[in-house]
Structure formats: C-alpha cells, structure tokens
C-alpha cells in the first residue's frame, strides 16, 4: 500500500518561513493530485495548495504568493514551502495524494497523519 509521512512542522514566527515534506512510500503507477490541506480547531478543512500530476499548480487566495508546493519526483516527495509566515496560518496541515497504486493497483484516496504548525512570538 501507499503511505505518506509529514514532516517540517513545528513552531514558526510570524514573517518567518517553514517547510513542511510529505515522502510518499509504496507503488505508485499515476499520479492525479497532490493536494495541502490545513484545518485549525473549530474550524472546517481548506484545501491551500495542489499539484496535478501534469505540473498545474494552484493555491487558496489566502496563501498565494507566500506559500509554494513542489515535488522531487526522485525522493517520492512533496514539499509546502512557507514563507512569510502569519499567525492565522497556524492549523494542523496535512498532504494528501489521489493516486494510482498499491501491489493491486487501484485508485487509491491516501492521507498523511497531519503536522502541526504554530505562528506565533
């Protein structure tokens, strides 16, 4: 099966910069999306950034022009590049992947665990 473990999380300042990884693991046959989610207490899951297979790129107009998703196609891994940091963006932020894969290759809808990022001084 195909797993995907976060990382980069952790505590940032507000104009300062964090980034997050997500290593993806397991057979991997096509790739349709990477997508970034965050989701702060009380409040509903919002997608921030995504990557399609082909290279498209798009982000919430929230994060746009501070926050960059990218992938090294040699490492199976996807980074959220953060920059310019404020406090609203402190929430638990998780990658996701819509995939083809696994040993019985199949459509496959996969979630990292979450990393948390704090912005505060």
Known sequence: QVQL???G???GQPGGSLRLSCAASGSIFKVYAINWYRQAPG???ELVAAVTGGGSTDY???V???FTISIDNAKNTVYLQMNSLKPEDT???YCHADLLGGRQVQRLDVWGQG?????SS
Do not use: M, P
Request: no cysteine.
């Open 43 to 45: 409040k509903q899951r």
């Open 64 to 66: 746009k022009g501070r």
């Open 5 to 7: 473990v976060e990382s």
């Open 60 to 62: 919430a107009d929230s």
């Open 115 to 119: 990393t948390l990022v704090t912005v």
């Open 91 to 93: 929430a638990v932020y």
């Open 9 to 11: 999380g952790g505590l």
